[in-house]
């Protein structure tokens, strides 16, 4: 049987109080009670934008439709192992607690940081601990990045931990300075660094376009990836894989199509402009092919599919996307439907379906 | 002024007299069908094609700097080459004025020529390849 990797599947608590056993007591109030902390549909901030979902609770009986729409995340692993990971032949699945990092979006950095290490010790007990094919993502507060650091050496002691996330929506590109205790914490500890969709615009994070703030959540879905792109730009262009050069970063939910011709101008502003950044001293394609990753439920759909694949062949090793679901989001790709990895040329979907995950996170090799 | 001479084995221009380029000072010449830009540097002359590789922009009308070289670390700055980094007007491409290296690609290279001073003369010499 051929082995499969689910780079993407989302765990939850059932009940807010759950997570109290991890929490210290001066922040159980907050934790329960705050408004813009926490609420039934995640940790929740309000938009600056309208959200026609919005007005009417996700799990409103009176809306029956809408009830599949507020399935974000499993919440126990006997129900992942029976409705996900057997049915689809799972071998092993990368699971995070994504609306986690809404914590570091907030003002204050006490309260995140506290918030994330309950997270972690959640999951590690609930999850990780009980299911030896479930591998863990180390939720932090991007806040206070020493202390940061601190919880993933002190999270990635449980060795199924493989990776730290990171929202897209942030108050700095990543590769600024600031961050760079997370990423060196990350690499001493063989753990990849993800960085989801999700918060832009929210809490303290920046609009989520450089041209400011959208009118409808169409136009939000669409432009939001650019935040990402400016990640990538940064990390790449401030040297963030000169000083970690085992590092990977998976992006989840940007797609992944516009990563090519994204590239091009990449490389063609470097050949001019590459003495601003001494220390990056190849193509920054050559960068991007090696340390990126793509999960491949963000990737959009396209007819004919050989113009996507054909797009990949421009940058570097080709190997950018591994397989993801999104589970159990209601719009998840099922490993028969993907169209990823029903379209692939046949001698790229071993490294779809596990290589690329295998060599991305190195703690799933046992 | 500019007068030009050929042998068997190479091609030559008279720049001008040699107080004509002082310190800093470049010179656009035209070399037979090709333009070129004569400059001086602290003394040392230099020789090198006015044409970009890139689009075929004027590249000795762009301004002549140093750079950073390439470093091991992030962060770290080494500035060195200063006057003799001469970067393209259009797009701000690098090339190194003594050898006509690009910086970023030692493959890619603007033509240089050869200078020298006769009796207060600069001259500047293209050695000819015989053809087979």
Redesign the interface.
């Known amino acids: 049987m051929n082995a499969l990797i689910d780079t993407d599947v989302h765990v939850r608590w059932e009940q807010d109080t759950d997570l109290l056993p991890y929490l210290d007591k001066t922040w159980h109030s907050r934790w329960l009670l705050g408004r813009g902390g926490h609420t039934a549909q995640g940790l929740f901030i309000e938009p600056k934008f309208y959200d026609p979902d919005d007005p009417h609770p996700r799990n409103s009986p009176g809306l029956p439709g809408l009830t599949t729409v507020n399935i974000q995340a499993a919440a126990n692993p006997a129900t992942l192992d029976q409705e996900w990971l057997e049915p689809q032949g799972i071998t092993a699945a990368v699971i995070s607690c994504y609306d986690a990092a809404l914590i570091s979006t907030y003002a204050d950095s006490d309260y995140p940081t506290e918030v994330a290490q309950a997270v972690n010790r959640w999951m590690t007990d609930h999850f990780l601990s009980k299911d030896k094919r479930l591998f863990g993502s180390i939720t932090v507060a991007t806040q206070d990045p020493a202390r940061a650091a601190q919880e993933i050496r002190r999270a990635a002691q449980h060795p199924q931990m493989a990776q730290v996330v990171l929202s897209s929506g942030a108050r700095m590109p990543y590769g600024h300075k600031y961050y760079r205790p997370l990423f060196q914490a990350a690499h001493e500890c063989g753990l990849a660094v993800a960085i989801a969709a999700g918060t832009e615009g929210l809490g303290t994070s920046n609009p989520p376009t450089p041209s400011g703030w959208p009118g409808t959540v169409t136009e939000m879905r669409v432009a939001r990836d650019t935040t990402f792109l400016a990640h990538l730009t940064s990390m790449i262009t401030e040297g963030v894989f000169v000083e970690y050069p085992d590092l990977t970063v998976c992006g989840f939910g940007m797609g992944a199509a516009w990563l090519p011709p994204y590239l091009w101008r990449f490389d063609k502003n470097w050949k001019a402009l590459r003495s601003e950044c001494p220390w990056l001293r190849e193509l920054p394609s050559e960068v991007a092919g090696r340390h990126f990753r793509f999960g491949s439920s963000g990737v959009t759909p396209v007819e004919p599919a050989d113009e996507f694949w054909r797009l990949f062949h421009s940058v570097p090793g080709s190997r950018l996307l591994m397989h993801a679901s999104d589970y159990p989001r209601w719009d998840m790709d099922q490993p028969e439907t993907s169209f990823v990895l029903k379209t692939a040329p046949e001698d790229w979907k071993p490294w779809i379906r596990s290589e690329g995950a295998l060599a991305a996170y190195p703690r799933l090799i046992r | 002024m500019n007068s030009q001479a050929m042998t068997a084995n190479k091609k030559e221009i008279c720049v001008g007299p040699v107080e004509e380029l002082p310190e800093g000072a470049r010179r656009i010449v035209q070399f037979g069908t090709a333009s070129i830009g004569v400059f001086n540097v602290k003394g040392e002359f230099y020789a090198i094609r006015n044409f970009c590789p890139h689009e075929g922009a004027e590249l000795c009308l762009g301004v002549l700097t140093g ?12 500035w060195e080459r200063e006057g003799k980094v001469l970067r ?1 007007p259009w ?4 090339f190194d004025l003594e050898t006509g290296t ?4 030692s493959k890619l290279r603007v033509k240089t020529y050869q200078t020298s001073i006769r009796q207060g003369e600069l001259w500047v010499e293209e050695k000819i390849t015989p053809k087979r």
């Open positions: 750079t950073n070289k390439p470093t091991d670390r992030c962060g770290e700055y080494q393209c797009h701000a491409w690098e690009s910086l970023f690609d």
